[in-house]
C-alpha cells in the first residue's frame, strides 16, 4: 500500500517539470468523504467545474493533456472516449468491476489498467454475511416491527431460521468469495461454490453447473463479477432449483441475476428471501421489492466504509505514481 | 439430546400407572409453533384453560398433583408458588437464564432445576454478530432509506464502518460469549472480555473492570446472565468509557444494562450506536429509540428459530422423562 503523500514531500515522478495530467471521469467521493486532499503531484481535470457537458468537454482542448483516467464503477470508459484522449495510458477504476471499461480497447490502445485490487474484499464480505444473517435471522423485519410498535400490540415476531448448518452456495470463489466462505465457516454454514474453474486447495465442493449448486443449497450468495457471462447467469430457473425455503444474496453486481424473473419469485413466494446489494438499474430499484418484508434492500454500499475508503484512496495515488515513475502497478487488472 | 418421542412409544417412566403432572406455567409456544404435541406420556395442566385467575388456579384441587414445572423465561417461579405446589420435584425452564427462579427456595426445597443448557447458545451468538454487524455496516438503516426511496433522491447513505480490526469487548464468556468471540475472529476483530474470572484456556485479553474493558474497546457485547452481580453492570461510567464512537449489543438481559442512562447517551450522541434484543421493560421499549436511525431493535427473538425451538422440545421432554425415570437431568441448573 503506498503511504500517503505530503510528510516528505511528493516524489519525483521521471524528472518531470510538469506534474502528469489525470482525468477525474466523476467526483472521487472516497477523498472528499475523507476530507482527503488529492495529492499536488498531479494536475486534477475536473469535467464538473466545466460549463461543458461531458461529452464536449473530453473533445476540448481542456481535456487533451489527459495522461491517465480515473474512475468509479459508475462512469464508463468507452473506445470512443479513449479515441478522443490520446495521451492517456493509465486508466484506474476505484470499483472492485471492471465492466464498465473497455478492456479490448485498452489493450489494443497499449493502455494500463489499475483497479481496486483487494481494497474491498473484507467489507463486500462482511456485507454478504450481514444480508444473508438479515435475511435468516429477519433482523431488519423485526426492527421495521418493534420501530411499528408492534411487539406489545401483537406479540412476538414469526420465527426466523438459523445460520448454522445452513447449507450456502458460494457464485464465484475469488477474493470475496473466500473471506465469505470463511466468515461463514464460523458460524457452522457447510459452502460449496460455483466458480469458472474449480480451486484445487479450497475444501468446499465445487459444482460446474450453477443450477445444480442451487439445487443443493439452501442459499446463493453471488460474489462473482459482472461480465458477458456471468449476465443473467442467475436465470429463473437457478431460483427454481433454489426453491421455496431458498435465500439469495448478491453483492456482486444486479444484471448477474434475472432481476425481473427474482422479483416474481419473490413476489410469488416462490422464493423465501433476498438480501441485496446492487441492482439492475441502480438507483432505481423493482417497485414490488419496497413491499416485501422478506428483502434486505441496501444501496449498492458494500464499500462505503472509511477504512476502505482509505485504502482505495492510497491505491488510487500509489497506481498513479508507480505508473509515472516507471515502477510495477500495486494492483494491476490483468486484460482477457 | 432426547430423541423425538412417539416413535417407539413412551418410554416407561418408574412403571407408574398415572402419568406424572406437569404444570404449563404458560403456553408451551416451542411446541404449538412448531405443531409438535405435547408428549402423552405426561397429564399437563394448562391453567389458561380454567376459569380461574393464575393464582387461584394454583391453590386449587387442579393444581395439587404438579410434579414439575414447565416455565420460560417470563413467567416467574416464586417461592410463594412453590408452596402452593408441594408436590413439585423438577423445574424446567426453557429459556437460557434463570433468574425468574427462586432458586434458593429450590435448594431449600429440594426441587430440581433444568434450564436450556446450550440449546440456544448458537442462534444467541450468531444474532449478537447480526446486531454488531447491523449497527457497525447500517444494515438495517440502510433498508429504511432505501423503501423511503431515498436512495434516487437524495444518493449515498452515510459511511459505515468496517468490522475488521474492530476491538469487541465481550462481557460474560461462557457458552454464548465463546460462540461470538470464535465468530467476530473470523472477520478479523481483536476479542477481550470480561467474566466473573479469567478464563485460563483462551487466547483473548481478559479485564476484571468492565470500565476498563469499555475503555479499551470499540464495541461492547453483552452476553451474561443477569443476577444481582450483574444488574445495571453497564452503567453511565462504563457507557462513557466506552466513547463517542463506542457501540453497544446486548444479548443478555435488559437489566444488565442502566437503560435510562444508555438511552439518554444515544440521543446526545455520547455512543455511537446500538444493537439490542432485550429490553428493561419488555415488551416496552423507551420511546426515544423509536427515533433513533443507530440503533437496531429485536423484540427478544434470539432464539426464535425452528431449529433452537425443536431443541428446546428435545431438551423438555428429554429433562422431563429423564427424571422421572430416575436418569441424569439433561441440562441440569446448578444451585449457587
Same mark, same amino acid.
Given at each position: 500500500?503506498?503511504s $500517503?503523500?505530503?510528510?516528505?514531500?511528493?516524489?519525483?515522478?521521471?524528472?518531470?517539470?510538469?506534474?502528469p495530467?489525470?482525468?477525474?471521469?466523476?467526483?472521487? !467521493?472516497e477523498?472528499?468523504?475523507?476530507?482527503r486532499p488529492?495529492?499536488d503531484n498531479?494536475?486534477?481535470?475536473?469535467p464538473w467545474e466545466?460549463?461543458?457537458?461531458l461529452?464536449?468537454f473530453? #473533445?476540448s482542448?481542456?481535456a487533451r493533456?489527459?495522461e491517465? !483516467?480515473? =474512475?468509479?464503477?459508475r462512469?464508463p470508459?468507452?473506445?470512443?472516449?479513449?479515441r478522443?484522449?490520446?495521451g492517456?495510458?493509465?486508466?484506474f =477504476? @476505484?470499483?472492485?468491476g471492471?465492466? $464498465?471499461?473497455?478492456l479490448?480497447e485498452?489493450?489494443?490502445r497499449?493502455?494500463?489498467v489499475?483497479g481496486?485490487?483487494d481494497?474491498?474484499?473484507?467489507d463486500?464480505?462482511?456485507?454478504a454475511?450481514g444480508?444473508?444473517?438479515?435475511? *435468516?435471522r429477519?433482523v #431488519?423485519?423485526?426492527d421495521? $416491527? +418493534?420501530?411499528r410498535?408492534l411487539?406489545? #400490540?401483537?406479540g412476538e415476531?414469526a420465527?426466523?431460521?438459523? *445460520?448454522? /448448518?445452513?447449507?450456502v452456495?458460494i +457464485?464465484g470463489l475469488?477474493? !470475496?468469495?473466500?473471506?465469505? &466462505? %470463511?466468515r461463514l465457516?464460523?458460524?457452522?454454514?457447510?459452502?460449496?461454490?460455483?466458480?469458472r474453474n =474449480?480451486?484445487?486447495?479450497?475444501?468446499?465442493?465445487f459444482?460446474?453447473?450453477? @443450477?445444480?449448486?442451487?439445487?443443493?443449497c439452501?442459499a446463493?450468495v453471488?460474489?462473482c463479477?459482472?461480465?458477458?457471462?456471468?449476465h443473467?447467469?442467475i =436465470?429463473?430457473? +437457478?431460483?427454481? &432449483?433454489?426453491?421455496k425455503? /431458498?435465500m439469495?444474496v448478491?453483492?456482486g453486481? /444486479?444484471s !448477474?441475476v434475472?432481476?425481473?424473473?427474482m422479483?416474481?419469485l419473490l413476489v410469488?413466494?416462490e422464493?423465501e428471501?433476498?438480501g441485496?446489494?446492487v441492482?439492475?438499474n441502480e438507483p432505481?430499484i423493482?417497485e414490488?421489492?419496497?413491499?416485501l418484508d422478506?428483502?434486505v434492500?441496501?444501496?449498492?454500499s458494500?464499500v462505503f466504509?472509511p477504512? #476502505?475508503?482509505?485504502?482505495i484512496?492510497?491505491?488510487a495515488?500509489g497506481?498513479?505514481?508507480?505508473?509515472?515513475?516507471? %515502477?510495477p502497478l500495486l494492483s494491476?487488472v490483468l486484460?482477457?
Open positions: 500500500m503506498a $500517503h503523500p505530503g510528510n516528505d514531500g511528493p516524489p519525483p515522478l521521471l524528472g518531470r517539470r510538469a506534474p495530467c489525470v482525468l477525474l471521469l466523476c467526483h472521487p !467521493i477523498f472528499s468523504l475523507l476530507d488529492l495529492p498531479f494536475r486534477f481535470l475536473k466545466s460549463p461543458l457537458p461529452d464536449d473530453l #473533445s482542448a481542456d493533456p489527459a491517465a !483516467i480515473l =474512475t468509479n464503477g462512469a470508459v468507452t473506445a470512443d472516449m479513449l478522443r484522449l490520446p492517456v495510458r493509465l486508466v =477504476t @476505484s470499483s472492485a471492471v465492466n $464498465h471499461i473497455d479490448a485498452c489493450r489494443r497499449g493502455i494500463a489499475a481496486a485490487g481494497a474491498y474484499s473484507e463486500v464480505a462482511d456485507l454475511v444480508l444473508l444473517m438479515d435475511v *435468516l429477519k #431488519s423485519a423485526s421495521r $416491527h +418493534v420501530r410498535g411487539w406489545s #400490540s401483537e415476531v420465527l426466523s431460521s438459523k *445460520l448454522g /448448518g445452513k447449507r452456495g +457464485v475469488g477474493k !470475496i468469495g473466500l473471506k465469505v &466462505a %470463511k465457516e464460523a458460524f457452522g454454514c457447510a459452502v460449496s461454490y460455483n466458480s =474449480t480451486k484445487p486447495c479450497v475444501p468446499y465442493p459444482y460446474s453447473d450453477v @443450477s445444480e449448486l442451487a439445487a443443493n439452501d446463493l453471488i460474489c463479477g459482472l461480465n458477458e457471462q456471468t443473467h447467469m =436465470t429463473r430457473e +437457478v431460483l427454481l &432449483a433454489l426453491g425455503e /431458498g439469495i448478491n453483492v453486481r /444486479g !448477474i434475472d432481476e425481473k424473473e422479483v416474481q410469488q413466494a422464493l428471501g433476498a441485496l446489494d441492482f439492475e432505481d423493482p414490488e421489492l419496497l413491499a422478506n428483502v434492500l441496501s444501496p449498492h458494500a466504509t477504512e #476502505s475508503f482509505s485504502d484512496c492510497n491505491l495515488v497506481n498513479l505514481e508507480a505508473f509515472f515513475s516507471n %515502477k494491476p486484460y482477457q
